[in-house]
T-cell receptor
C-alpha cells in the first residue's frame, strides 16, 4: 500500500485557517486521497476525499497538487472542536480498498 | 441509523483467556475491517473482509481470527489473549473499493486490557 507522510503536530489559533499538509509521492493513478479525523476516545471520522480536483464540503476543503504527490486539508476557521488527530490516507479502488494509516497530525487549537 | 456498532466497549482479560469482539453494520456495506490502535499511534489493519464468507489477513494478523458469516457482522476472536494485545480495537465498514463518497465508517471502539 502506498504510504503518506504528515507532520506529527501543528498548532492553530481559534477562528484562523489551518492548512494540514500530506505527502504521498508514491500515489498511483487509482488511489483516492481521503482525510479522516479522530477526536479523543472516538473512532476516526470521515472528513473529505478527492481524486484529482480540489474538493469542498461543509467540514473542509481539500487541495490536491497537480502531480497528485501532495495534498492539503484546509479548515477555514478552526474551532476548539477541531482539535483532533488528522489522518491522510490513500484508498485504492483495487486491493480490497485497504488503506495504511500513519500516525497522523495532532492539531492543537488555541483559544 | 446506528452505523457501525461494536460490542463490548470495554473488557479486561487475563492472559490466556479468549474472547470475541462483535462488529455490526446496518449500511449494507460489502467491506469490513478490524484495526487496532496502540497509545499515541495510528491504526494498523488486523484482518478484513470483502464480502460474506470471505476474510483476509492485514498487517498484524497474528494471534487473531475473524469470521464473517453474515454480511452485516464481522467477528474478531482472540484465542489466547496476551498483554501485547492490550489496545483499542476499531471496526470499520465501507461500500466496495470503488469509492462511493464516504469512505470508511468506523465504530466507536473496544478498549481491551489484558493483564
Amino acid at each position: 500500500d502506498a504510504k503518506t507522510t504528515q507532520p506529527n503536530s501543528m498548532e492553530s489559533n481559534e477562528e484562523e485557517p489551518v492548512h494540514l499538509p500530506c505527502n504521498h509521492s508514491t500515489i498511483s493513478g487509482t488511489d483516492y486521497i481521503h482525510w479522516y479525523r479522530q477526536l479523543p476516545s472516538q473512532g476516526p471520522e470521515y472528513v473529505i476525499h478527492g481524486l484529482t480536483s480540489n474538493v469542498n464540503n461543509r467540514m473542509a476543503s481539500l487541495a490536491i497538487a497537480e502531480d497528485r504527490k501532495s495534498s492539503t486539508l484546509i479548515l477555514h476557521r478552526a474551532t476548539l472542536r477541531d482539535a483532533a488527530v488528522y489522518y491522510c490516507i490513500l484508498r485504492s479502488n483495487t486491493n480490497a480498498g485497504k488503506s495504511t494509516f500513519g500516525d497522523g497530525t495532532t492539531l492543537t487549537v488555541k483559544p | 441509523n446506528a452505523g457501525v456498532t461494536q460490542t463490548p466497549k470495554f473488557r479486561v482479560l487475563k492472559t490466556g483467556q479468549s474472547m470475541t469482539l462483535l462488529c455490526a453494520q446496518d449500511m449494507n456495506h460489502e467491506y469490513m475491517y478490524w484495526y487496532r490502535q496502540d497509545p499515541g499511534m495510528g491504526l494498523r489493519l488486523i484482518h478484513y473482509s470483502v464480502g460474506e464468507g470471505t476474510t483476509a489477513k492485514g498487517e498484524v494478523p497474528d494471534g487473531y481470527n475473524v469470521s464473517r458469516l453474515k454480511k452485516q457482522n464481522f467477528l474478531l476472536g482472540l484465542e489466547s489473549a496476551a498483554p501485547s494485545q492490550t489496545s483499542v480495537y476499531f471496526c470499520a465498514s465501507s461500500y466496495g473499493a470503488m469509492d462511493r463518497g464516504r469512505g470508511y465508517t468506523f465504530g466507536s471502539g473496544t478498549r481491551l486490557t489484558v493483564v
